[in-house]
Every structure is written in C-alpha cells, then in structure tokens.
C-alpha cells in the first residue's frame, strides 16, 4: 500500500493570505487527488492531479482559488488562495492503488483554520 | 457512479460484534465495494475490499450478496478504539476518477 505523507498537519491563517500544502507518495503513482473534509462532513472531490497534464477541477472549485502542481509521480501540492474562513477545512491528498484490486490511500491531512 | 447508503450512526459496547450495511443499489459490474475508516482529523484508512460473497482480513469480514447491491461490514468484539466513522465506497475497476461519492458515512461510537 502507498504511504503518503503530507505537510503541514495543520496551521491557522490569517483571512487574505494563502497556503500551500505538500503531498508526497512513497512511490509512483498516475492518479492522485485532493479532497476537502468540511466540519462534520463527509469528503468532497477538488481535483484530480495527474502527471504531464492540467489539473481537472470538479463542480465548484476554480484552478484561481486552488492551484494545484504535479511535477512527477510522486508529489504534488495544492494552495489555498485568497483564504476566508469559510475555507477552514481538512484538506486531503489521495492517490489510487491498482495493486490487487481497486483502493484509495489516504494522508493524514492537512487541518487549516482561517481566521 | 455508483451511490451508497448506510445508517447515519450506530451505538454499540464493547465485545460485541457490529454489523454496519451499505445499500449500492446501482452497482456496475466492474465496481469493487471498499470501505474505510476515519478517526477525527486524520485521513480515511482502507479496512477492507471485496467484489462478491465473503472476504475476511485481520480487521473486519464484509458480505456481499449475489445481486450485489448491498454489503455489510462486520468488526468482531469491537473496542472503544473502533469508534470512529466507516465510509463505504464503489470503485470501479480500470477507472481513472477519484470523484467516488462518498456518502456520509456511519458513526459507530463503541461504550465501554
């Protein structure tokens, strides 16, 4: 299975400014993701980040509010721009595992608080 | 893309065995039933996968009927560690998204 490590676990933001989070896997992988955990809430999709190509965004989230980088097929970084509080999530960096069958792997995440 | 349903929260104590079910009514026969684990500010973490009839793991046994349309996962003697919030998702084989819905999961608060 696919250890990820993802940095930083957490930190508090002043509303305006922006933050960068940093994913890397422990080895290659085609396909990895970012996902936003609200307070209370279930996992919700941003990207989809794969190597050589553009980041595909889903319904709701703009490459200008989450830029996202890919430069080799084991890390990525996603950044928060422009915070507002409403931003305070877990932010999760995913990746996908064909080894013996289908599987997800999750970091640990990123908890961002945006005062 | 296949959706889940599953209860919203279950209570049980410690020792006993849970059973959480998981409805995917449009299940695609390329799709593997997975499920997941979250504890509070930390990532989900894969407990177990199966496509059909009966997979066992160190952790937990998940049972999925002929028509495959719901499965239920069972965690024997459960402990306070286990509470936590269990997520059931479809994937499907070969696919490239990682846009698998997840639902809300079930919150499973094991007493002593």
């Known amino acids: 299975s696919a250890v990820i490590s993802q940095k930083p676990s957490r930190d508090i933001c002043q509303r305006g400014t922006s933050l960068t989070i940093q994913c890397q896997v422990d080895s290659q992988v085609t396909m990895m993701f970012w996902y936003r955990q609200q307070p209370g809430q279930s996992l919700t999709l941003i990207a989809t980040a794969n190597q050589g190509s553009e980041a595909t965004y889903e319904s709701g989230f703009v490459i200008d509010k989450f830029p996202i980088s890919r430069p080799n097929l084991t890390f990525s970084t996603l950044t928060v721009s422009n915070m507002s509080p409403e931003d305070s999530s877990i932010y999760l960096c995913?990746?996908?595992?064909?080894?013996?069958?289908?599987?997800?792997?999750f970091g640990s995440g990123t908890q961002l608080s945006v005062l | 893309l296949a959706k889940t349903t599953q209860p919203i929260s279950m209570d049980s104590y410690e020792g006993q065995e849970v059973n959480i079910t998981c409805s995917h009514n449009?299940?695609?026969?390329?799709?593997?039933i997975t499920w997941y684990q979250q504890f509070p500010s930390q990532g989900p973490r894969f407990i177990i996968q199966?496509?059909?009839t009966k997979v066992t793991n160190e952790v937990a046994s998940l049972f999925i009927p002929a028509d495959r349309k719901s499965s239920t996962l069972s965690l024997p003697r459960v402990s306070l560690s286990d509470t936590a919030v269990y997520y059931c998702l479809v994937l499907n084989y070969g696919g490239s998204q990682g846009n698998l819905i997840f639902g809300k999961g079930t919150k499973l608060s094991v007493k002593p």
């Open positions: 449009n299940i695609a026969t390329n799709d593997y």
């Open positions: 995913s990746v996908r595992d064909r080894g013996g069958g289908e599987k997800l792997f």
């Open positions: 199966g496509y059909k």
